[in-house]
């Protein structure tokens, strides 16, 4: 199953290793204030809740060392192209359901 970064560089037809927010919010023309926010709640969900990161492997392992997990900022730009893919691909949104609605398409 690919990430979720896998698949917005699929979709978006996108070679490079990484992109940063202001590019994403460019490509998806989604204001980078709310990737922004999306991103900061992501770093806030990784300090309250470290349980649910995942592995660097992308299992599910409650009880894994931090070490072992992925780091903050990944956790944080994990939760941006998840945020970013549903809503560009019309899926159901289980998170930032507030700043979606923020967005004007």
Same mark, same amino acid.
């Given at each position: 199953?690919?990430?979720?970064?896998?698949?917005?560089?699929?979709?978006?037809?996108?070679?490079?290793?990484? =992109?940063? @927010?202001?590019?994403?919010?460019?490509? %998806?023309?989604?204001?980078? @204030?709310? =990737?922004?926010?999306?991103?900061?709640?992501? /770093?806030?969900?990784?300090?309250?809740?470290?349980?649910? /990161?995942?592995?660097?492997?992308?299992?599910?392992?409650?009880?894994?060392? !931090?070490?072992?997990?992925? %780091?903050?900022?990944?956790?944080?730009?994990?939760?941006?192209?998840?945020? /970013?893919?549903?809503?560009?691909?019309?899926?159901?949104?289980?998170?930032? !359901?507030?700043?979606?609605? @923020?967005?004007?398409?």
């Amino acid at each position: 199953m690919p990430t979720n970064r896998e698949e917005y560089f699929k979709r978006h037809n996108i070679t490079k290793d990484s =992109l940063s @927010k202001s590019e994403i919010a460019k490509i %998806s023309k989604i204001p980078i @204030k709310i =990737l922004d926010e999306v991103y900061d709640r992501g /770093v806030g969900a990784y300090k309250t809740n470290p349980q649910s /990161v995942r592995t660097k492997e992308g299992k599910k392992d409650p009880k894994a060392p !931090l070490s072992k997990k992925m %780091s903050m900022q990944q956790w944080a730009m994990a939760r941006v192209y998840s945020f /970013v893919n549903k809503i560009e691909g019309k899926k159901k949104l289980n998170h930032d !359901l507030d700043l979606a609605e @923020k967005i004007k398409k």
